[in-house]
């Protein structure tokens, strides 16, 4: 009860509400004693007065705004219903968590919503975390229960209740599933997917649809899951209670029956269901009456699959899954058997013969279907001694049917259940400790009340009742624990309603008795309940309108009961006869479900069985097996085990009843925790002491209100002196050895009275300050006028002064301005009287001068025209003269024509001139000769003619020169006046010029503007070009850079996914190597050759060598060639030198002949021949790579030029070709030739050779030297050497090694064996350095030195092996030669052991690392003081089964330097190896990722984290984290962005969190942080002091906008996948050639044995 005192003015309380049960008011005035009513304000304004007849009436208070929301009820200030419903509903509506602690309870709310709250990441979070630490959890109760059965070694169980469709289901499955994935981490055998594949099965043969849940368990089930010695899952079992069989005939409207009946229809058509003659499920009576056969979002044919996937893992064969079908297909068809009434009155009844159900059901159940059809319209019974039959009606037989599909259902249900716990039942040991989940049904109650709901609310009585106790035994534990005077703790026991129902003649027992009775009927049993406990018993009463009913006061709620119907319930009879028609079956499972059972049933299968099977002769007897005797026996026996565990309590509750997700229905929510006992706990919690402080944090938080005196060090001392007199009742409080215990209200008066004492000093402060500030204030004022007086004072005198030089100045002002004006007025008359005179003498001037050129201007034109006129005239005159002549002319020529005419036509003419022709021709001659000279003596007179006429002409040119330019100077001086017709012309030339003039104008500005449009059409284009260039270029560059990245990370997918199966295998083959270390079977000792031997042992045996064990390799025919002689025969008569020598042709006689020193000289001399060639051949070689050089450089000068390919550019290429075919088949026979030394070098010495090479000898060159460097390894020394070299070298003289030093060791001694021809020697100790590598690997599983070890030389080795491979041409020496032998597997395997080594590497550092990553990065206070000691009170009290282990959750010394020690010691170990610095990377990027990941999830879900202070400690812890990556130079190879995650959860919880620009501020800051992880975080900040205020729900609302338009955030996800691996590369590094005198080899080592060549 809280205390008046708290009720002042402004104090919150809760009012009953019919709509939401409480709501909250304020109080409006302070309450006094003896006040009748209070005055409260609603939150919606509205004013209402509270009656209050006493202290006892005053309403519940409300809690302080810093616990609203809190994670544990019984944290909270003030325990009452309205709080607990209050903050149920802000932690489910506004912070979107299902899950709250209320004590060892955890509430459970059903969300009807997919949460991502399940996932892998999350279960890895809550591994190994305190349940006081981490956020409510089914993980984290699940956590709890493991990790008490690991420490105290008992047993342990979680019980689930609630109502249909509050989440039992699904709450238990988690469970288990948490339980199969921590319990199978150790073997990880098929136990734990056995137990997880049991779920879907149970649910398809025990779920169903209902009006309150689509997948509703119809029985109770207890599983027990059976763990080792080592905390693994080794074998489970199951126990189910009280199955529906009802539901199998009979459904309520929008109901379903069973989910496997609509499984199997929805499969009817597959080919082997056919034969079921299965039809839809509207076509069949027993699933169709609830009018709706379908789950929105459930596929019927995928649940089926997936049950027969879960019946295969459980070892159930395909046979015996398709008899099980068979049989409740069998069930469906029975429900289709018509059976028609006949006879008066309908007392009899019959089935047709031909009714396809009945037949088709007999032949599934594989029995006689007249049989069944008799004896279901029949009934047998036995009167005095006589059997009789008589015939039932169609009512009657209709039963019987339904009977005996409930009996078949039920037996059938009974045997999967027993077949279940025979495939989970432990093989390998004993159980030794054990966790039981049990789901079983919360208290129920409806408008009509049956059997059912009364078995379900009296197991939950039973329930209830040893949770009560449980709880009880809690609080005295932790008063005994804290050695506290304690007096029990009143709480309301149900056991009188228990003994009610299960004591002598209780209800029970009179139900059995009725049932005894042969006419027994539910009314007579109700007359009896009247009579026996009506007035008798408290818990019973009798409704008053009802007589065949009973009311019974259950601990939850008052229950009516319906009685008809109770009895038949309770019998569960079916007659005998089908009975024994199913035991006669041919299907053998039918005959097995239906075999006689003894009479007491076996409850180890299944603790509820069908009841009895009614006989005459054995009525008696088996009506004692009544359904309600067998469920008290099976609770009992539950009760039992439950009693023998450590339980704890999941409470599942359903927040509506429309399956809306998160919507609250205060009313069903209520009642609902009412019923499961959450009330209950806060009630017992409330009677004792509900808050538990710890003297330093009592200290540490009410320090105000204790003496000045009070020191740290004695802070118990002071507490004990301090709290009597803050609380005067000293029954309000209580001193524990290590705590302060209060009882409820308590910690709100002394949070009243810290903020009065912290208001008092408040005030007093304020108060100095104040009269400081204002003292201060007036100091600065008083100076402020002092000062602005005088500054007055001078500015008045000033502006006086400064007046009386303005009126001055004035004066002189307008004396000068004056003088100035009438000066410029002056000057200005002046200047006009000039003006106008000069413009009138101007005028005058201007007029005498036109009038003169007026008067010059006629007399020139009349002067113009007067001439022109003569001019015309001559001009006529003239024309007609020469006219006149011209025609004379003409006629006198004429004239003279016509007479030469005549005369020519003339004879005589003709003669004459005949005649005097000669005379002529004569004369003519002479006359030509005298005209020549006369025409050189003209053509002289001519020729000085025209010299003068030349010189004529030029005087003539002068003097017209001289008359134009006196004619221009006459023109310009007195022009003529032109024409009008000129003057027309001269116009209209001007107008067609200046028309011509515009239109070409007018063209050109045409043709501008066309250029500029074309230009700035041709620049578009341009632009327009280079923009679609530079697009499809920016494109290109996209795609490409798209397709690169798909490839990479495709890539990398591909490389992630082989590593991870390269983990598995490895895990797997140690896994194999586990069972092979337990397996025990006596056969072994028998078979010696099969014996396990250790990893030294199996190297010692050598693999099979690929060559035939008589004929040796080419070394050991080196090395017996030269120790002994040919004719000791140490190879035996089938030698290969004589095979050899036979088909060479060569005589055996000659060969006999041969001494050994011949042998030995003849080798010596083949190897220097051998070196002869290869030198002819290098050079040869170096003669061809010359001449690709110049055809090369011809090529490309060729090329430069710019020729076309010509004949002689493709002549130069093919020559190219044909010498790069050269080179190629040289650098091949140099190989061969490289590594030749056979027998038939050593024929050709001796001289042999003739019949051997058609070529002659040559004389061989001098010996040259052998190649050296090389080690050599004998066959024998092989296991050795690996011996010695990997599986047994001690680990002192592994790390002082060189780094890499037996990397190459192997290589030298591959490379000798590859000389030497050999290479199944050379596979062969691939293989066993391969082999202890592993063997290496798992012999040092957690030595990390030794792990980098054999990392750097299998890389080492990998990366050599590559480069002497033939098939590497890229980046090879000249000195390096390749092996001849293909090691392309060998190289593949190797990669696998060096991913397998990286794997071990971090897997050791993850393992140290694990443990200290949440206590260093968030727990520690790396910054002293920080954290000082402002704690909320919500904090103080920690939860009950925690407190054993409270210190064992941080370990000792987890700092950030214990962080960055393990950190240190892994790169060390890497460094002084030598590793590359990218591989570092990698492996640096993978452990920061998990450091991040494991520290953000913890963050996320643990409240007490998420506050300002802690933000910054873990910033600080981080950037001291960076600051290590950095000085190593790790800050670029991703490890630093994994990082930002956790740095921006920090700077989060250090930002402001009020206005909408912090919620932009927040957004994009968070750009690493998904939305859920931010709205997480937001919602989990918790203030740690007054300082801090919570974050508001507005301002959440206002992320989650801002949020909802980010696209390139990170995907949606709570919890970082802490399991995320990156794939490694490892990249190629070509080391330089080596040889055995550049090493370094120890003598520790002890491979002396190996001989240098």
């Keep these: 009860m809280a205390t008046p005192e708290l009720y002042t003015k402004g104090a919150w309380v809760w009012t009953p509400d019919e709509e939401e049960v409480w709501v909250s008011a304020q109080l409006q005035q302070d309450y006094r004693p003896g006040d009748q009513t209070l005055i409260l304000r609603l939150s919606d304004g509205r004013e209402m007065h509270y009656s209050v007849a006493s202290p006892a009436g005053l309403p519940p208070l409300g809690n302080p705004d810093i616990l609203e929301g809190e994670n544990d009820l019984t944290a909270l200030s003030f325990l009452h219903e309205a709080a607990v419903l209050h903050n149920l509903r802000v932690r489910f509506l506004d912070y979107s968590s299902i899950y709250t602690y209320c004590g060892i309870v955890l509430v459970a709310l059903n969300p009807y919503e997919q949460l991502p709250i399940y996932g892998e990441e999350v279960m890895d979070a809550y591994s190994g975390q305190d349940m006081a630490d981490m956020d409510p959890h089914v993980f984290s109760i699940a956590e709890e229960g493991y990790r008490a059965m690991i420490r105290e070694e008992k047993n342990q169980s979680i019980i689930i209740s609630g109502e249909s469709g509050s989440g039992k289901t699904v709450s238990a499955k988690f469970a288990m599933r948490y339980f199969a994935v921590v319990g199978g981490a150790a073997q990880q055998t098929q136990v734990e997917e056995k137990v997880l594949a049991s779920s879907p099965i149970m649910e398809a043969i025990g779920n169903a649809k209902t009006t309150r849940n689509d997948n509703s368990s119809r029985f109770g089930k207890y599983v027990e899951i059976g763990f080792g010695s080592k905390g693994d899952i080794i074998g489970a079992s199951m126990r189910t209670y009280l199955l529906e069989k009802s539901r199998v005939v009979f459904q309520a409207p929008y109901e379903r029956n069973y989910h496997i009946f609509y499984q199997l229809c929805a499969f009817k058509d597959s080919p082997e269901m056919r034969a079921l003659k299965l039809d839809s499920a509207e076509h069949f009576r027993y699933t169709n009456q609830g009018l709706d056969i379908n789950i929105p979002g459930t596929d019927d044919a995928v649940e089926l699959e997936n049950t027969r996937n879960a019946l295969t893992v459980m070892g159930v064969q395909p046979d015996q899954q398709m008899e099980l079908f068979q049989i409740l297909a069998a069930v469906l068809h029975l429900g289709n058997v018509n059976i028609q009434a006949s006879g008066r009155g309908g007392d009899r009844c019959f089935i047709s013969a031909d009714d396809l159900s009945l037949v088709v059901f007999s032949k599934l159940m594989g029995v006689e279907g007249s049989q069944m059809a008799h004896w279901l319209c029949h009934q047998r019974l036995t009167v005095a001694g006589e059997i009789l039959v008589r015939p039932m009606s169609a009512q009657q037989a209709n039963g019987a049917r339904d009977a005996l599909a409930k009996h078949v259902y039920g037996q059938l249900f009974a045997w999967t259940v027993q077949s279940l716990n025979s495939a989970l039942r432990a093989h390998r040991e004993r159980t030794k400790t054990l966790i039981g989940v049990l789901d079983i049904y919360g208290f129920e109650t409806f408008d009509r009340n049956s059997f059912e709901q009364f078995c379900i609310n009296y197991a939950n009585e039973k329930l209830q009742q040893q949770f009560n106790r449980h709880v009880f035994q809690l609080e005295q534990e932790e008063y005994v624990r804290e050695e506290l005077p304690w007096s029990r703790i009143e709480f309301s026991d149900n056991q009188p309603c228990i003994t009610l129902i299960e004591g002598p003649l209780g209800v029970l027992d009179l139900l059995d008795e009725e049932c005894r009775v042969p006419k027994g009927s539910d009314e007579n049993w109700a007359r009896k309940l009247y009579d026996r406990h009506l007035d008798r018993s408290p818990n019973f009463r009798k409704p008053r309108m009802s007589n065949s009913a009973f009311v019974l006061l259950h601990f939850a709620d008052m229950v009516q009961y319906e009685c008809l119907g109770f009895l038949e319930k309770n019998r569960d009879t079916v007659f005998e006869e089908p009975i024994n028609i199913m035991r006669a079956s041919q299907l053998e499972l039918v005959a097995e479900l239906f075999q006689q059972e003894p009479a007491g049933g076996s409850l180890s299968a299944s603790s509820v069985r069908n009841g009895p099977v009614r006989s005459g002769n054995k009525a008696h007897r088996e009506h004692k097996l009544t359904v309600g005797f067998q469920f008290r026996q099976s609770l009992q026996l539950l009760m039992d085990t439950l009693n023998g565990t450590t339980p704890h309590y999941i409470r599942c509750i359903k927040p509506n009843d429309l399956k809306q997700p998160f919507t609250f229905d205060p009313r069903r929510a209520v009642q609902q925790l009412r019923a499961c006992g959450v009330l209950e706990t806060i009630r017992i919690s409330a009677a004792g002491y509900s808050s538990r402080w710890r003297y330093e944090e009592f200290f540490s938080r009410y320090r105000v209100l204790l003496s000045a005196s009070a020191a740290q060090g004695d802070s118990r001392a002071s507490c004990r002196r301090a709290i009597p007199a803050l609380i005067p009742d000293p029954e309000q409080y209580c001193f524990g050895r290590t705590k302060v215990f209060l009882r409820a209200g308590q910690v709100a008066v002394l949070e009243k009275l810290r903020a009065g004492r912290l208001c008092a000093a408040a005030v007093l402060v304020q108060s100095t300050v104040r009269g400081w500030l204002q003292s201060r204030r007036f100091r600065r004022l008083r100076h402020a006028t002092l000062t602005l007086q005088r500054f007055t004072r001078g500015t008045l005198a000033r502006r006086l002064a400064c007046i009386l030089r303005y009126t001055r100045a004035a004066l002189v002002i307008q004396k000068t301005y004056r003088m100035a004006v009438v000066r410029q007025l002056f000057l200005a008359i002046r200047e006009a009287a000039v003006t106008i005179q000069a413009y009138a003498r101007g005028v005058q001037a201007r007029r005498a001068c036109r009038q003169l050129r007026a008067e010059q201007a006629a007399v020139r034109v009349q002067a113009w025209v007067r001439g022109w006129l003569a001019r015309r005239r001559f001009c006529r005159v003239r024309a007609a003269v020469v006219l006149a002549q011209s025609c004379v002319r003409r006629r006198a020529a004429r004239r003279e024509l016509r007479r030469l005419r005549a005369e020519a036509r003339s004879v005589e003419r003709y003669q004459e001139l005949h005649r005097g022709m000669e005379v002529k021709l004569m004369q003519l001659q002479r006359r030509a000769d005298q005209e020549a000279r006369e025409s050189a003596s003209l053509r002289d007179a001519l020729q000085a003619e025209q010299d003068s006429h030349s010189r004529e002409v030029e005087k003539l040119r002068s003097a017209l020169g001289d008359l134009q330019r006196r004619l221009q100077e006459q023109s310009l001086a007195a022009p003529a006046p032109p024409t009008p017709q000129q003057e027309e012309e001269r116009r209209r030339d001007k107008e067609r010029s200046a028309h011509q003039t515009l239109l070409l104008v007018q063209e050109i500005e045409a043709l501008k503007v066309e250029r500029d449009a074309l230009e700035k059409e041709k620049d578009e284009l341009i632009s327009r070009l280079h923009e679609l260039q530079k697009a499809k270029e920016e494109s290109r560059q996209q795609a490409a850079a798209q397709d690169q990245a798909a490839v990479e990370a495709e890539l990398e997918e591909e490389r992630r996914r082989y590593q991870t199966l390269l983990r598995d295998f490895t895990r797997l083959e140690q896994r194999y190597d586990n069972l092979k270390d337990m397996s025990t079977l006596p056969t072994a000792e028998r078979w010696q050759g099969h014996r396990r031997t250790d990893s030294t042992q199996s190297l010692s045996l050598e693999p099979p060598s690929l060559l035939s064990s008589d004929v040796p390799s080419s070394e050991e025919a080196r090395r017996i060639s030269v120790t002994f002689p040919l004719d000791t025969k140490p190879w035996g008569p089938a030698a290969p030198l004589s095979a050899l020598m036979e088909d060479l042709g060569v005589l055996k006689d000659t060969a006999k002949k041969l001494h050994g020193d011949d042998l030995h000289h003849a080798y010596d001399a083949v190897r220097v021949a051998n070196k002869f060639l290869e030198r002819q051949l290098l050079t040869q070689r170096s003669e061809w790579e010359q001449e690709k050089a110049e055809l090369t450089l011809k090529l490309q000068q060729a090329q430069g030029r710019g020729t076309p390919a010509s004949r002689e550019l493709k002549d130069l290429m093919e020559q190219m070709e044909v010498g790069e075919q050269e080179c190629y088949r040289l650098r091949r026979e140099l190989k061969d030739l490289k590594h030749t030394v056979t027998l038939r070098t050593t024929l050709l010495y001796s001289g042999l050779a003739g019949s051997l090479s058609p070529e002659p000898t040559s004389p061989l060159p001098q010996p040259g030297p052998a190649q050296t460097g090389l080690l050599e390894c004998r066959r024998r020394d092989e296991s050795k050497l690996i011996k010695n070299l990997i599986t047994d070298v001690r680990v002192d003289v592994a790390l002082a090694l060189d780094p890499g030093l037996p990397a190459y060791l192997l290589l030298l001694c591959l490379q000798q064996a590859d000389c030497s021809r050999e290479p199944a020697r050379v596979r062969r100790l691939c293989a066993g350095a391969l082999t202890a590598m592993k063997a290496a690997l798992k ?315």
């Excluded at 392309?1384 to 696998?1392: I, N």
């Excluded at 971090?1402 to 393992?1407: H, K, Q, R, V």
């Excluded at 452990?1487 to 409240?1503: D, E, G, P």
Aim: hydrophobic share 40%; glycine share 6%; net charge positive.
């Design 1339 to 1653: 012999k040092h599983s957690s030595d990390l030195e030794m792990t980098a070890l054999w990392l750097k030389n299998s890389c080492l080795l990998k990366d050599l092996l590559t480069q002497h491979s033939a098939a590497q041409e890229v980046g090879r020496n000249e000195e390096v030669l390749p092996l001849q032998v293909q090691l392309k597997d060998q190289v593949r395997l190797l990669g696998d052991v060096c991913i397998q080594a990286y794997q071990q590497l971090l897997s050791i550092t993850e393992s140290r690392l694990q443990p200290v990553i949440v206590p260093a990065v968030l727990e520690s206070e790396t910054i002293p003081g920080l954290g000082g000691g402002a704690t909320k009170p919500a904090g103080s009290r920690k939860r009950t089964g925690s407190e054993a282990r409270a210190g064992a959750a941080s370990p000792v010394g987890a700092t950030m330097a214990a962080v960055l020690k393990e950190l240190g010691a892994l790169h060390v170990a890497l460094e002084r190896q030598e590793l590359p610095a990218a591989l570092l990377e990698q492996a640096f990027r993978q452990l920061v990722h998990q450091l991040a990941a494991s520290a953000l999830n913890s963050l996320i879900l643990r409240k007490d984290m998420c506050c300002w202070s802690r933000g910054l400690q873990i910033r600080y812890n981080v950037s001291l984290l960076e600051e290590w990556l950095r000085s190593r130079g790790l800050q670029t190879g991703g490890a630093a962005a994994a990082l930002e995650p956790l740095i921006q959860a920090a700077q989060l919880l250090q930002m402001s969190k009020k206005t909408e620009a912090d919620g932009r501020a927040v957004v994009q800051t968070c750009s690493a942080l998904s939305s859920q992880q931010i709205v997480k975080i937001l919602t989990q900040y918790t203030p740690q002091s007054d300082v801090e205020e919570r974050v508001t729900l507005n301002f959440i609302r206002i992320v989650q906008g801002l949020l909802k338009g980010r696209s390139d955030g990170p995907p949606p996800q709570l919890l970082l996948d802490v399991r995320r691996v990156f794939p490694v590369t490892f990249p190629y590094l070509p080391p330089p050639p080596v040889s055995v005198e550049q090493l370094d080899i120890p003598d520790s080592l002890k491979i002396s044995f190996l001989r240098r060549v």
